[in-house]
């Protein structure tokens, strides 16, 4: 980027892209105790007969993917419910600030509802691992904001409609968003196959080189290995990354609040 100033503006923006998408995964790798996989325990044991780790500064997803991926989906929710809070900040700028409370505010009061009802229940302790408990008085406001969602919704979701039947059938076929709602955040879970699926095929790959063992020959076959299956086990990241975070970006992100301009085809 900073040697050919004159490449075109496409290529430009990819290449700042995957720089990026670079400085991330170093973060990450840091975060997860992942370089090049196990690359530094297995040299260390290969070739010179130490045992030594890189310690994760977090966590180590493959020892624990229950947690990452109860992480992946809590920053799904994140970006689900940034998408939402946009399309009320494009409404409150145009000046609908009704439509911002029966279509964002309606909607958030729901979900936020059932997201407090849900991380106490037996359900999602079984799915986390461990029980969650909240003081009385938040579950009668997680009870209180779903009632008052579903009913904001119901009411209100067909409310440019003078039939009162077509409102209300209207409103009730808003709800089953839910769904959809539920889907997108578990679109997130890629998260976690993407983590775990790259990482094992890196550990794979260290032990296929080490397997010729330590001395001149070892090292040699060690470093062909190296080269070759982290440079593809790289390439099926960096596809992969590229991809399904463009799916998270836009159909569930942009599916929120993007409305597209132009003339209609």
Not at 8 to 30: D, H, I, R, V
Not at 241 to 247: F, K, Q
Request: hydrophobic letters at 55%.
């Amino acid at each position: 980027l900073l040697k050919f100033k004159g490449m075109e503006g496409g290529l430009k923006k990819s290449l700042q892209m995957f720089f990026y998408c670079g400085l991330s995964t170093l973060f990450w790798g840091l975060m997860f105790g992942g370089f090049f996989g196990d690359l530094v325990t297995v040299v260390a044991s290969t070739f010179f007969h130490k045992e030594v780790t890189l310690p994760a500064l977090w966590f180590a997803p493959l020892d624990d993917p229950m947690r990452l991926l109860l992480w992946s989906l809590l920053f799904g929710i994140i970006h689900l419910f940034m998408g939402l809070g946009i399309k009320g900040y494009m409404m409150i700028k145009d000046g609908k600030y009704l439509d911002c409370l029966y279509d964002v505010g309606f909607w958030f009061a729901l979900l936020i509802g059932l997201l407090l009802l849900l991380i106490p229940s037996e359900l999602f302790a079984s799915i986390a691992g461990q029980k969650f408990s909240f003081p009385g008085f938040v579950g009668i406001i997680a009870k209180v904001l779903t009632v008052v969602g579903l009913v904001g919704i119901v009411l209100m979701s067909g409310r440019r409609k003078k039939n009162p039947a077509l409102r209300i059938a209207l409103g009730l076929y808003d709800i089953y968003g839910i769904t959809s709602w539920l889907s997108d955040i578990l679109s997130y879970s890629r998260l976690l196959a993407l983590g775990l699926a790259t990482g094992v095929i890196a550990q794979v790959v260290n032990s296929m080189a080490s397997m010729m063992g330590g001395g001149i020959l070892g090292a040699v076959f060690f470093i062909i290995v190296f080269i070759i299956g982290h440079t593809l086990n790289i390439a099926i990241n960096l596809l992969g990354a590229y991809v399904h975070t463009n799916r998270l970006q836009y159909v569930e992100f942009f599916g929120k609040f993007y409305e597209g301009g132009g003339r209609p085809f």
